[in-house]
């Protein structure tokens, strides 16, 4: 199997859910696995050590975790127009991968959740793009082959899923965007089982 890694950030849960379905999605494709990843949070106060393992769902990524997969999914809510804290922290981290170009060559695409429709779903997908490029990653967004993209009244953007989950974060993912992430998921999916081992 080929592992593809789903790497998100999520406080409320609503990016999670939008992880949880671009998983589902890559697991519909023969010979292709999602190993969900999270990471913890950082605190602006002083050094804070955050369990090894978070309380409920997936691990916190090991940067081994980018060597071992032939894709990433990378996912945050959007904070203020662009990613969250901490996942820029992870990234920041990755010195050492960027170094021994670990994810040259490897397909990749980003996801995020707001809590208003406008309030820089584009801005933040893009941004957390910026990073995956240095590290010589090929971006992957969505094609208008996707109807999804023509008919969504909430997320669901040509550069990656999104999900408006409003003021409360208690907006159910839509039918466009869920049926977006899911295709954001096959799309990585097949896209990492053609690439891996090819040497992009
Ligand atoms: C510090 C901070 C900044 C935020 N900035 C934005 C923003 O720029 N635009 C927006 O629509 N929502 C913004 N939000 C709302 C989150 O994007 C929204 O609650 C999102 O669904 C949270 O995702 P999560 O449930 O995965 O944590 C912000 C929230 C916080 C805490």
Known sequence: MTDILVLYYSRHG???????????GIDSVPGAQARLRTV????TVCEATAPDIPADGPPYAELRDLEECAGLALGSPTRFG???????????GTVAQWLSGTLTGKPACVFTATGSLHGGQETTLLSMMLPLLHHGMLIMGL????KGLMTTASGGT???????????????VTEDESALALAMG??????????????A
């Open 14 to 24: 609503s990016t999670r859910k939008l992880a949880e379905l671009i998983a589902t």
């Open 40 to 43: 913890p949070p950082v605190s």
């Open 82 to 92: 662009n990613m969250a804290a901490p996942m820029k922290y992870f990234l920041d």
């Open 143 to 146: 094609p208008y082959g996707e």
């Open 158 to 172: 040509p550069y990656g899923p999104s999900h408006h989950a409003h003021a409360d974060n208690r907006g159910p």
């Open 186 to 199: 096959r799309r990585l999916a097949r896209v990492a089982l053609r690439l891996d081992g090819a040497g």
